[in-house]
């Protein structure tokens, strides 16, 4: 229903800065709310950050106050901002999109993008 690619991911240092980015198409119509997700090798996959579509943000308390989340509607692209990165932010970060009437199940995701933070 909904094509999610994301770019931006790589090797940074603690205390850089990355922006992900995420491409949408197909039926962006349907789609309720955005979000970014990560998984870290052994953990669960979690939340970090997500905008709906009347433009409200929530993020995770471990990113709150370094990571931003936005969107171009123009071009149907979503971003993460992430500043003063940790080595605990070493993950894959994926793009997902709800068009599920029910909050919280995104059913269309990227094919993820590989973040490292280390030294």
């Known amino acids: 229903q909904v094509q999610l690619v994301e770019s931006g991911g790589g090797l940074v240092q603690p205390g850089g800065s990355l922006r992900l980015s995420c491409a949408a198409s197909?039926?962006?119509?349907?789609?309720?709310?955005m979000g970014w997700y990560r998984q870290a090798p052994g953990k669960q996959r979690e939340l970090v950050a997500r905008?709906?579509?009347?433009?409200?943000?929530n993020y995770a308390d471990s990113v709150e106050g370094r990571f931003t989340i936005s969107r171009d509607t123009s071009n149907n692209t979503l971003y993460l901002q992430m500043n003063s990165l940790k080595p605990e932010d070493t993950a894959v970060y994926y793009c997902?999109?709800?068009?599920?009437?029910?909050?919280?199940?995104?059913?269309?995701w990227g094919q993820g993008t590989q973040v490292t933070v280390s030294s």
């Open positions: 905008i709906t579509r009347g433009g409200s943000t």
């Open positions: 197909g039926r962006i119509f349907r789609v309720y709310d």
């Open positions: 997902a999109a709800r068009t599920s009437t029910i909050a919280g199940r995104y059913d269309n």
